[in-house]
Structures are given as structure tokens and as C-alpha cells.
């Protein structure tokens, strides 16, 4: 099954690849490397405000780091040239949670963006990762996640 197919399956639209919010790219390629900018939360087409153990559960900050995961795809996508079938591997996550000091579940949260890539891209999805707690992100996003790709 391609990817394609995959994302078909699971009720999955790619999105507009959105333009960058500052001064930067929304990827960057080296070689067979490609860095996507962090992504924020986004629902209903607006920033997914909030703060992880404040206004927002865990389960609720995985729905937005899945959100994100669906961004990621259509940037990568974009980075493929219009083909997801280039990649060759899910290399990295970086997740960033906007949290309060004692919220403790990051990694739970970025399991929501983790467990999305690894049912579509399959062995190919599965990736190292990093979640860290945040006192804040731009916009006042709850989550902000980047991605790092190999591609064939």
C-alpha cells in the first residue's frame, strides 16, 4: 500500500503548505536530507492555543501534535516535489510542548505527531525523537514540532 494510500485510508486530506510566519524557509535540503521548520498547532485553521497542564489535557495535545503531523506531510510532500513515495525515511522529531513546570508528559504528547508518521510511512516512519517542555512558543501555539527526512 503507498502512502498515498495510507493517508486515503485514515480520512487523511494533505493541506496547503502554509508560507513562513518570519525569516526563514519552510524547508531546507541537503544531499538527501531535508529539515522541515517547526510546525505549529493548528485547529480549524488557527493557531492550537494553550498550555499543557493548564487549559490543555494530554490527550488533547496529542490531537494537536497529530495535527501537525499532517502539516509536516504536506510540507515534506512539497520538499518530494510532489511525491511522497521519495522518502526513503523518517529520520527525526523535535517536539516542542508548551507546558507548566510540573506537566511531565511530553513525550505522551508528541506521541500523537509519532504514532501518525509511523501508520503511514510504516518501518519507514519509525524515528528518533526529542520532546521537551516550553514556557512558551510562538503565537501562544501549545505545540511546535519539526521533522527531519531522508529522501530517495
Not at 487549559?55 to 503531523?69: F, M, P, Q
Not at 507546558?99 to 500523537?112: A, I, K, M, R, W
Request: hydrophobic letters at 45%; aromatic letters at 6%.
Amino acid at each position: 500500500m503507498s502512502f498515498y494510500e495510507k493517508l486515503k485510508a485514515l480520512n487523511i486530506e494533505l493541506p496547503v503548505v502554509a508560507a513562513p510566519a518570519a525569516a526563514y524557509v519552510m524547508y531546507a535540503q541537503t544531499g538527501n536530507t531535508v529539515f522541515l521548520s517547526g510546525h505549529l498547532a493548528k485547529k480549524d485553521g488557527k493557531i492550537w492555543v494553550g498550555q499543557l497542564g493548564k487549559d490543555i489535557g494530554t490527550e488533547e495535545g496529542k490531537l494537536a501534535a497529530r495535527a501537525i503531523a499532517i502539516d509536516l506531510m504536506a510540507t515534506l510532500q512539497t520538499a518530494c516535489g510532489g511525491d511522497l513515495n521519495r522518502v526513503k525515511r523518517i529520520v527525526k522529531v523535535m517536539s516542542l510542548v508548551n507546558s507548566t513546570p510540573d506537566f511531565t508528559e511530553q513525550h505522551l504528547v508528541t506521541n500523537g505527531a509519532s504514532e501518525l508518521l509511523a501508520e503511514v510511512f510504516g518501518e519507514q516512519g519509525k524515528h528518533a525523537r526529542s520532546a521537551f517542555g516550553v514556557a512558551q512558543i510562538p503565537l501562544g501555539a501549545c505545540v511546535e514540532i519539526e521533522l527531519i527526512a531522508e529522501l530517495a
